[in-house]
């Protein structure tokens, strides 16, 4: 993508943090997370869970992927982050208070016995940065964080 701009295609490259949540997330990491918890009786962090997880809200991520296509310059990276880092086990304390069950550590080398596909994932620390897309197109997310997000209770209804 980023080589078409070099023939004058105006393009850019958009990231996603590994949550992209809202009451709209039905598929995605948190409710993974949230469905092995409530089969395990206790919501898992591998290791101390320190590591971080960028997030950003839906609509947010909506609004920038317009301004990318709007106003984005040729050959433009973005991130599309609005919490830089989450620590780990804090995303699963909040659901751990949702479903009423502890928030415990796991052991890394019990990690795949726990995750399972998403053993490779909740172990890696990877915050992101979103300084420099908010000063390129002035965009500002608005919308909840994530354990503010986790906090509406939505992701804890059942589905219908």
């Known amino acids: 993508m980023l080589a078409l701009a070099g023939r004058g295609v105006r393009s850019s490259v958009v990231r996603l943090p590994p949550t992209v949540h809202s009451s709209l997330d039905h598929r995605g990491y948190i409710p993974a ?9 206790r919501a898992g962090y591998a290791g101390d869970g320190s590591n971080r997880w960028p997030a950003v ?5 909506a ?3 317009r301004l990318a296509v709007e106003a984005a310059p ?18 699963a304390a909040a659901i751990g208070r949702h479903l009423g069950v502890p928030a415990v550590s ?5 990690a795949e016995g726990y995750f399972g ?3 490779m994932f909740v172990s890696l ?10 000063e390129l197109l002035g ?22």
């Not at 997370?33 to 009786?41: M, N, P, T, W």
């Not at 433009?76 to 086990?89: I, K, Q």
């Not at 965009?139 to 219908?160: R, T, V």
């Open 57 to 61: 809200h839906t609509l947010d991520a």
């Open 125 to 134: 620390d990877n915050p992101a940065s979103s300084a420099l897309t908010r």
């Open 63 to 65: 609004r920038l992927l």
């Open 74 to 91: 040729a050959g433009s990276r973005l991130h599309a982050v609005a919490d830089e880092g989450v620590p780990f086990r804090e995303i």
């Open 33 to 41: 997370l949230i469905g092995i918890a409530r089969a395990k009786g």
């Open 139 to 160: 965009w500002q997310p608005a919308h909840p964080g994530l354990l503010d997000d986790l906090g509406q209770g939505h992701y804890f209804q059942p589905e219908s």
């Open 117 to 119: 596909f998403l053993a």
């Open 106 to 110: 796991i052991p890394p080398e019990e």
